[in-house]
């Protein structure tokens, strides 16, 4: 049985903020254990760990007002999405596709203006969400004694499927991926290409546990333990396909 | 709280077999509910439905045989995937990205060979898995009076990501897509452009709850329950990215 289960009471992040106490006092009657997984949206984290930009303070490149222009968007938005980008892979219909300088492909390269207190800021993603993984981990572990896996989240498009779906930008703690490969079915068939990537499927299931609104970025999973590791493991940079084996960029 | 349960006991489906019979046997003691979601790997959904083929019968085409030498695959197998494509997007490295008939973009046009008793058989998707989703929801209902949303499922690769994810290849009773555009954040601001993939969400969270082999194809979910909806809804054709906002084709 898997369960997942939304926080509630977790105050308005700024950046500084200690997040593993914040989430420790949110947990309340909860007793927290090295099994379960936290997973939480990475604006609080972003926040926590001031990743906000001010566009008030942006001098938008030419090559940024050509393409807002071209977008119908901020020009001062699309430089700080140049900035947060490695590479465009396509922009059209108002849509700015990007590889993250972490190798995300994703909308806008992560930079969000909803969810941000202040008229003209909008958040970026963590500079390295696997790394804000470990720290919360160690974190937990100081203040409770049990180390839970951590998975930080984004919300992705999917270049064929309407509709955004939660996935894992890091974590720790967690074996991102459950290698089928070479194991065998229920009828003894040898599986060929069957890799599960539990780190997303962890960020899906937790979005579907949060409040109507949306106003609970941490989502505590139990019923996972099998995926939940001692070593913080390889992080989500392990979900990121190598660009020799993309066929879509 | 949303909690998602595998049921166990279900047997080694057949052609013709009653599906949701089947079901409501592996419930047990579990009452189900109208507010339920069933989840189910597409194998089952397949296999009652006979969409299997023996590869023996197989006559592959001269452009199946020359796909298959270029991609080392069975060519016989290489037919069937291209009899359940309406458009192949890439053939490259061993890996065969299509469009199905229904829509859907994935590796071999959703032709499996693993989980099928027999050496050369080989598992179609559905015709119509949302119809699929409709018929069982129906039957069920016959049976113990209670409408649950269903969702069919099948495991996709990603373009960027590596590992599969299961999605929704079908749905009845269920709002797949949760719009949030217009609506307004935390702090007031409109979102604008927030659309949740919720079956794809659900189908992903059941697959974290099946037992480690894998063997479970079928998981009841609870606590989604605003999600469910009386009517059948636009199913998971809903979730396909119309041709002329696909950037990737």
């Known amino acids: 049985m898997l369960s997942a289960q939304a926080l509630d009471g977790l105050p308005e992040v700024a950046p500084g903020d200690d997040l593993g106490a914040l989430i420790v006092a949110s947990l309340r009657r909860i007793r927290l254990q090295s099994s379960h997984v936290v ?5 609080v984290v972003s926040k926590a760990e001031g990743r906000i930009r001010d566009l008030a303070a942006i001098r938008p490149s030419t090559r940024a007002t050509e393409l807002a222009a071209r977008l119908g968007k901020d020009p001062r938005l699309v430089e700080v999405i ?9 922009a059209a219909r108002g849509v700015l596709i990007c590889v993250t300088h972490h190798g995300f492909v994703c909308a806008n390269a992560g930079v969000d203006g909803s969810n941000v207190p202040g008229a003209d800021r ?18 937990l572990r100081e203040l409770t004694g049990a180390a839970p896996a951590i998975v930080v989240t ?4 999917r270049a ?39 780190a997303d499927e962890l960020a899906a299931a937790a979005d579907l546990a949060r409040a109507k609104d949306r106003s609970q970025p941490v989502v505590l999973i139990s019923g996972a333990e099998r995926f939940v590791s001692g070593e913080d493991g390889p992080g989500a940079r392990a979900l990121l396909r190598p660009e020799r084996d993309d066929l879509f960029r």
Do not use: M
């Not at 997973?39 to 604006?43: C, E, N, T």
């Not at 140049?82 to 396509?90: D, G, I, P």
């Not at 790394?131 to 160690?138: D, E, G, T, V």
């Open 39 to 43: 997973v939480i949206a990475h604006k």
């Open 122 to 139: 909008v958040l970026l993603l963590p500079e390295d969400p696997d790394r804000s993984a470990r720290s919360l981990r160690q974190r």
């Open 154 to 157: 984004d919300s992705f498009g």
């Open 82 to 90: 140049l900035s947060e980008s490695s590479e465009v892979l396509r």
């Open 160 to 198: 064929w499927r309407n509709g955004q779906c939660d996935v894992a930008i890091g974590c720790a703690g967690l074996q991102p991926l459950d290698d089928w490969r070479g194991r065998t079915d229920a009828n003894g068939r040898v599986l060929k290409a069957t890799v599960l990537a539990v």
